[in-house]
């Protein structure tokens, strides 16, 4: 990933506030906290109440909120602004990109309300909890044949993260890497962000289920080749998941 990250670089490729996934490597266990200055968080501040503005103007959701493919650029930022924790991982940068992004995805949805439903790459997206209302991230992954007018129903693969130490909304938001390796042909892949480091339960598995539900409402999928798997910590999930509704897919990989 660093030496990916220091070619693209090299070669004068977008950065980490211009393309997702570009984000330095993680830092040593026990790295000391990196706080903004205060005018740097003011900054923040005003321009997530400029941006929490923008999405007002936006059509609202069930629940009377703005779209969810918006709003978690905001809430990832509010939650960090609330945490007040600041590891060295650059997420002062990150949350000016998130709210970058999330005015660019603003304006794209009010401009056409199925803006983000042909977004190519890997990119965040998001649905909207009824557990308590929040705007949740998740990857999404559309196939280089992908074809939204296309009637054939598409194969769905769930692919459940492992776990990391700092895991929060914001690195899930900004965490999107351009890889073609990713891609499953004939297949939309999802990753869920499972509320972080919960093993992928109590609300980390209603997480997982509320992704695939979020996904069937935006595509047809085929309810017979949904394929569930997952690298460490979501190797675990993919087993536990499996194991609770069997029926609900046609392979559980780790």
Known sequence: WVEARQARAKKGAPTADEAPGLQPAAPKAGAPSVRPSDATLAQLRRELAEFKAQLAELPKDEFGLPPADAAIYAESVELQLQLDDWPPINL???CFTSLKWGRAVAAGIKADPDFMRT???L????????VDRSAQPYMLLLPDDFDPNSPKPWRLVVTLHGGYRWSRPLGTVIGAVNRTGDVHPGAITVMPFGRANTWYAWEGETDVWDVIADVKRRFRIDDNQVVLTGF????????????????????VAQ
Do not use: I
């Open 92 to 94: 002062e940068k990150s």
């Open 119 to 121: 977004v190519r790459h």
């Open 123 to 130: 990119a965040p997206v998001g649905y909207r909890s009824k």
């Open 232 to 251: 460490s910590m979501g190797g675990g999930g993919s087993v536990l998941l499996g194991l609770t509704r069997p029926g609900a897919f046609a392979a």
